[in-house]
Each structure stands twice: as structure tokens, then as C-alpha cells.
């Protein structure tokens, strides 16, 4: 089974995840957070990743610490529960549009981490969230979950849409990513043997 559980407590925030890469999109999602929640409600729902995240954090500060923290354990349990990383398509790519706002994430499972972020939004802030915490959440998800992850937003002008269609070309793309591929469900998907290091 690919499914696994990531805990991690700081001065800051105690924060819990388990994943399960064969699911059907079934969350359970309580950061203090609620437009965080309802984001790590899209990327389950439409990943098909089932999802349980429980945070308590310091948001009597401010809200980067559970977010940050968010990405890393979310990643690190997706990192955990690929092991190997035997089988997998490796690759994902998705466009998904919000109402008048267009997204793409294209990325690659190779356990070589990288973030390129071509995203602008018009606010500082989302509600009482600080929109520059967006790309704090996919910095530390691609780190901790050992993705090469390009994401871009074509265009938009809600900065709500524009952070939902993110979070939707995530789902796909990873959902693609992570899915097994019958013809090599034994087989490491790269020439090397192996995902990950330099080349």
C-alpha cells in the first residue's frame, strides 16, 4: 500500500499527515487556516490522493509557519508513501482553468527537487492570508516531496481563481505523476536505475 503518515512538531507548529497515493480524494483537513484548508481540499479531491492533515500552529503571529510546515509534511508523506518510487509515470502535466483565470503545472517525480514559480497576484493578501505564502507552500511541497515543479499562471484577475486553478493543475498533474504504469509497475522509471541525485 502507498500510504503514509508524517509528524512533525516544532517550537511553532505541531502538524500531522497521512496520505494515500491509491485513493478516491477523501480529506480531513484542520489547519486554523481556511483558505489553506479549502486548498488542500482541492489538491485531494481532484489528485484522488486521500489526505488527513491536522495543524496546530502559531497563528497568533502570523500564518507562514503552517503553511510552510503544511508543504513540508504533506511533501514528506508523499515522499514516503512513492518509496522507491518503482512503476510511477513519473511525469505530470495539467492546465486548469477558474473561471477567468489559467494555470499549468508540469512536473517530474524524480526525487530532484526544484521550484520555478511564474505566478503574480494583484493582492498582498487572500482574506487573512499573505498570497507570498502561496509560493512558500509549493517551495517546501516540492522540497520535502522530491519534485521538479514548474508552475505558471497565464493570466487572471481574481486572486482567488487564479490560487485555486494552481492547486487544481497540481492535483492532475501529480495525480498523473504518481499513478502506477502497468507495462512497468517493477521497473524504476529512469536509466539510471534510480530517482534522484545530479544528473
Same mark, same amino acid.
Given at each position: ?15 500531522s ?8 480524494? &477523501?480529506?480531513d /483537513? %484542520? ?7 479549502? $486548498?488542500?481540499?482541492?489538491l @485531494? =479531491?481532484?489528485? #484522488? ?6 495543524a ?28 522507491? &518510487?518503482?512503476? /510511477? %509515470? ?7 482553468? $477558474?473561471?477567468e483565470?489559467? @494555470? =499549468?503545472?508540469? #512536473?517530474?517525480a524524480?526525487?530532484?527537487p ?22 512558500e ?7 520535502a516531496a522530491?519534485l ?17 486553478? #494552481?492547486?487544481k ?25 534510480v ?5
Open positions: 500500500m502507498r500510504r503514509a503518515t508524517v509528524e512533525r512538531k516544532t517550537t511553532e507548529t505541531r502538524i499527515a497521512t496520505v494515500d497515493l491509491d485513493g478516491t480524494g &477523501r480529506y /483537513i %484542520a489547519t486554523g487556516i481556511g483558505f489553506l484548508d479549502h $486548498m488542500m481540499e482541492q @485531494s =479531491r481532484h489528485s #484522488l490522493i486521500d489526505l488527513t492533515l491536522k496546530d500552529g502559531d497563528l497568533h503571529i502570523d500564518f507562514h509557519h503552517t503553511t510552510e510546515d503544511a508543504g513540508i509534511v504533506i511533501g514528506e508523506a508523499v515522499n514516503k508513501a512513492l518509496g522507491a &518510487r518503482k512503476g /510511477i %509515470a513519473r511525469y505530470g502535466t495539467a492546465i486548469a482553468p $477558474m473561471d483565470a489559467l @494555470s =499549468r503545472v508540469a #512536473l517530474d524524480s526525487n530532484r526544484y521550484l520555478v514559480w511564474k505566478v503574480t497576484f494583484a493582492r498582498d493578501k487572500l482574506g487573512e492570508m499573505d498570497t507570498e505564502l502561496f509560493k507552500w509549493f517551495q517546501a511541497f516540492a522540497q522530491g521538479t515543479l514548474h508552475v505558471e499562471n497565464f493570466y487572471g484577475d481574481n486572486n482567488h481563481h487564479i490560487a485555486e486553478s #494552481l492547486y493543475a497540481l492535483a492532475r498533474a501529480l495525480r498523473q505523476a504518481v499513478e502506477i504504469d502497468p507495462r512497468k509497475a517493477d521497473a524504476v522509471p529512469s536509466t539510471k536505475g530517482l534522484g541525485g545530479s544528473l
